[in-house]
């Protein structure tokens, strides 16, 4: 099996133990479920807002007092966070926010490649039309900020790339697929894009030709379209790669 293979049974083993954990959760009464649920969003958003840094350490106490809430729901969130590669548990000195290097990000986009040029083919035609209009003003505005010589604001540039390819993921129609790229996709949060050569604008183009192609309904421009971002994305790590 080849590592792309192997890394996509991986996203989708480490989705089946996100699942279990999730189901686990039906042994607590409703409340406790409100809890892990509420913790886990908590702590997924300090690791996507940047606020949980790749590399920080944290004890369950620490975090239980920051969030306010009792250890054993933040328990079953830091289980799931786990399960999907977001956190890494050292034993019972507490857990870590995983890290990603330049070669494993990489690997990671290996294996988006294989999956979201499909879940493009399929999208086309089927994300809401109002939906498309935003996330094109979303790209059209960074393009004209940036060509007016303002410095991209990274958090609205993550807002309008995940905005897209979850979107693109959603209107797929499986759920499963949703989950991988979705997993994927927050992995690759774990990775400091400042190691990466800067394309800001390649990258709002890229996703304007996706959107047009899933506007028009046309699966196959759709699918070259996401292939040919990926490939580009790609293009840029091999070159960062060479020089290093």
């Known amino acids: 099996m080849d590592t792309s293979a192997q890394k996509a049974v991986s ?9 279990k954990a999730q189901e686990s959760a039906g042994a607590f009464a409703e409340p406790e479920k409100s809890l892990a649920a509420q913790a886990y969003e908590a702590v997924l958003d300090m690791i996507m807002s940047g606020e949980a840094k790749p590399g920080a350490f ?10 306010a809430m009792s250890r054993t729901p933040l328990r079953d969130a830091l289980l ?3 399960s999907e590669g977001l956190i890494v ?16 990000f990489a690997e990671n986009l290996g294996v988006r490649r294989l999956l979201e040029p499909e879940a493009a083919r399929i ?12 996330l094109r003003g979303r790209f059209e505005a960074l393009l004209t900020h940036s060509q007016a010589g303002e410095t991209p604001d990274r958090t609205e540039v993550r807002g309008a790339d995940d905005m897209l390819h979850s979107a693109i993921a959603d209107a797929a129609g499986n759920s499963r697929l949703a989950a991988i790229v979705r997993n994927l996709r927050r992995q690759t949060l774990m990775f400091d894009l400042r190691s990466l050569p800067e394309r800001f604008t390649d990258t709002c183009r890229e ?3 996706i959107a047009q192609a899933l506007a ?9 379209a996401m292939r040919d971002h990926l490939d580009a994305v790609r293009a840029s790590i091999v070159a960062r790669l060479a020089r290093l």
Do not use: C, W, Y
């Open 80 to 82: 799931i966070l786990e």
């Open 123 to 134: 999208a086309a035609g089927r994300v809401a039309p109002e939906l498309l209009v935003t």
């Open 216 to 224: 028009e309904g046309d699966g196959e421009k759709a699918a070259q």
């Open 89 to 104: 548990r050292l034993g019972a000195r507490g857990v870590q926010v995983a890290t990603m290097r330049i070669e494993e």
């Open 58 to 67: 944290f004890t369950e106490r620490r975090l239980a007092e920051q969030l």
């Open 207 to 209: 996703h304007l030709a």
């Open 11 to 19: 996203a989708a083993n480490r989705s089946r133990k996100a699942a």
